[in-house]
């Protein structure tokens, strides 16, 4: 009988928390409105910007916007919020398709040999527009290869250009992308898909931080 009364009084208020957090929702969004504001939604996201992301390995994290940089290749954008977590950056990353598409990613401090690849393969892979290699307990399989072009702070031009491998694990939502800058060394980013469910927008920029 006490675990029953428990196990109610638990579920009580896990019902009364995530009715808390939909009604807060309800409210930014209805007062935005009724200020003329933007929706808080994810494009619409500038520095000082509040953004949670849900389902991670360590829970809910909260992310304060300190860039927003776009990203153009083939006629399409796409952006990356960035963030600070602890002493290394986050980034949050956004494209409009025919639907929303999130990622989380870091640099990572792996270099291509750690990966057990070299130059030579990232161009086959790019010829061929297929490839695989073993790293990590997993078989990694490529999903895109081309040039982008990268825009700081989202400024207009012609934007600096590099190219990227990107792969995926077969069966899981890990990624892995490589990076190349026109003489840079490869760098290395891990991330993972994040669904737009698992994303809230708490403010669009630091002056609505402030007041919401």
Known sequence: MFWRVLLAVALTLTILYLWQRF????????????????????????????????????????????????????????YELVSEDGTQEVYLEYEEDDRLEVSLSQQSEERLADLGLSEEDLI???????????????????TESAEAFYHEDSRPGSGEGFYYWDFKEPDGERMLTVERYEGEPFTV???????????SVWSLEAEEAATA
């Open 23 to 78: 009604r807060l929702t309800k409210a930014q969004v209805a007062r935005a409105k009724a200020a003329g504001r933007r929706p808080l939604t994810l494009p619409n996201v500038g520095v000082g910007g509040v953004v949670s992301v849900r389902g991670l390995a360590e829970g809910e994290k909260n992310f304060v916007v300190s860039k927003r940089n776009r990203y153009s290749q083939g006629g399409s954008d796409w």
């Open 189 to 199: 980013w891990r991330g993972r898909k994040v669904r737009p469910e698992d994303v």
């Open 124 to 142: 086959r892979f790019d010829e061929e527009e297929d490839g695989t290699f073993e790293h990590d307990g997993a078989q990694w399989r490529l």
